[in-house]
T-cell receptor, first 115, second 112 residues
Framework: EAGVVQSPRYKIIEKKQPVAFWCNPI?????LYWYLQNLGQGPELLIR????????DSQLPKDRFSAERLKGVDSTLKIQPAELGDSAVYLC?????????????FGEGSRLTVL | GQQLNQSPQSMFIQEGEDVSMNCTSS?????WLWYKQDPGEGPVLLIALYKAGELTSNGRLTAQFGITRKDSFLNISASIPSDVGIYFCAGRLIQGAQKLVFGQGTRLTINP
């Protein structure tokens, strides 16, 4: 079974440029998460989807960050414009049910460097 | 927001030694989980705990859900080189949204 797929693995951009990350969850997983992981820290939730609905986006900085999951399968996270402090790893995860057992399956992450 | 205090932040041990790390919080959790993250990879679930007092093993790993619901520990027995990595505790809150909160991680380094 294929795992959570993220792209790109690495992205280097200059500040004020836009950037987008893509995630394809495990087939059949209806819950999808985007997490931010700063260097030396644990993941922090940005947004959680149940199917195509964003059910928790309270931690998403909405002035520059946006996300979508139009058909309830794959998802895109966008930053526009990027700032130096956005340099981090962006992790996507999925889980099979919305009942929230806490068992998340993570992708390898997209490492962003903003110069 | 809710915080999990994970300790120690890092450990340097000899191969074959046992390892113990823990996680505490001022908040009550209904689920505790332990993940391991290798360099350049996403975290992978090791053990999940769902009941206060629960003690669960997965091979050389043993984890417990504290009676107060505010803490958990993870033990690794007879460490081997592939145990190197960063271990994260994560808790799921009873109050509020069903949000998974992660600790800051424990970085384990093993000297052969």
């Amino acid at each position: 079974e294929a795992g959570v797929v993220q792209s790109p693995r690495y992205k280097i951009i200059e500040k004020k440029q836009p950037v987008a990350f893509w995630c394809n969850p495990i087939s059949g997983h209806n819950t999808l998460y985007w997490y931010l992981q700063n260097l030396g820290q644990g993941p922090e939730l940005l947004i959680r989807y149940e199917n195509e609905e964003a059910v928790d986006d309270s931690q998403l900085p909405k002035d520059r960050f946006s996300a979508e999951r139009l058909k309830g399968v794959d998802s895109t996270l966008k930053i526009q414009p990027a700032e130096l402090g956005d340099s981090a790893v962006y992790l996507c995860a999925s889980s099979p049910v919305a009942a929230n057992t806490g068992e998340l399956f993570f992708g390898e992450g997209s490492r962003l460097t903003v110069l | 927001g809710q915080q999990l205090n994970q300790s120690p932040q890092s450990m340097f041990i000899q191969e074959g030694e046992d390892v113990s790390m823990n996680c505490t919080s001022s908040s009550i959790f209904n689920t505790w989980l332990w993940y391991k993250q290798d360099p350049g990879e996403g975290p992978v679930l090791l053990i999940a705990l769902y009941k206060a007092g629960e003690l669960t093993s997965n091979g050389r790993l043993t984890a417990q859900f504290g009676i107060t619901r505010k803490d958990s520990f993870l033990n690794i027995s007879a460490s081997i080189p592939s145990d190197v990595g960063i271990y994260f505790c994560a808790g799921r809150l009873i109050q509020g949204a069903q949000k998974l909160v992660f600790g800051q991680g424990t970085r384990l380094t093993i000297n052969p």
